[in-house]
């Protein structure tokens, strides 16, 4: 009997938390519709679950490390938040290092998510990524703040923030 209830809880886990290859299934099959030059996109949920399910994902962070100072950042494990800026600040002038800096921190066939403020730098930074051999860039849909709202505020209409995910910061 106890062995059947195991077994019971261990099904309703499953159903609730989709396993790290069909999270990545749905992410290439979202990417395809959409014709995207790279992998695929991820929900902030579905990056988080991938985070957690497997210690070898990394969250490409691109956004300047002004944001991530004075906005927050994710909690996930340091060993997975690797902080590449797409743009430097001040200026918001392109990273010509970008590449390099992410090539000391990832492997090609590593698999990455790009994360941003609302979900455009890390388009960029998939692409690029993806074009100079990185296989496995995945954009985390609507970044780390979201959209504004009607008030021109973030972190109310979608975003890892929004969605409740482990963060730090102001």
């Known amino acids: 009997m106890l062995e059947a209830v195991c077994l019971d809880a261990k099904h309703i886990k499953e159903k609730q938390m989709p396993s790290s290859e069909k999270?990545?299934?749905?992410?290439?099959?979202?990417?395809a519709q959409a014709s995207l030059p790279y992998a695929g996109a991820v929900t902030p949920q579905e990056a988080y679950a991938l985070l957690q399910a497997s210690?070898?994902?990394?969250?490409?962070?691109v956004r300047t490390q002004a944001e991530r100072d004075w906005i927050g950042r994710v909690l996930v494990p340091d060993a997975?938040?690797?902080?590449v800026q797409w743009t430097l600040y001040p200026g918001g002038t392109q990273n010509p290092e970008f590449m390099a800096q992410l090539e000391q921190?990832?492997?090609?066939?590593?698999?990455?998510?790009?994360?941003?403020r609302s979900g455009?730098?890390?388009?960029?930074?998939?692409?690029?990524?993806?074009?100079?051999?990185?296989?496995?860039?995945?954009?985390?849909?609507?970044g780390f703040e979201g959209?504004?709202?009607g008030q021109g505020h973030r972190k109310t209409i979608g975003g890892w923030c929004m969605r409740g995910l482990p963060w730090v910061g102001a």
């Open 120 to 142: 455009v730098r890390s388009r960029y930074a998939a692409k690029l990524a993806t074009e100079l051999g990185f296989g496995q860039c995945f954009d985390i849909l609507e």
């Open 55 to 61: 210690p070898s994902v990394k969250l490409i962070d």
């Open 105 to 116: 921190q990832a492997q090609p066939s590593d698999t990455l998510l790009f994360l941003c």
């Open 147 to 149: 959209d504004r709202d």
């Open 23 to 31: 999270l990545l299934a749905e992410a290439r099959l979202r990417g």
């Open 80 to 83: 997975q938040h690797l902080a």
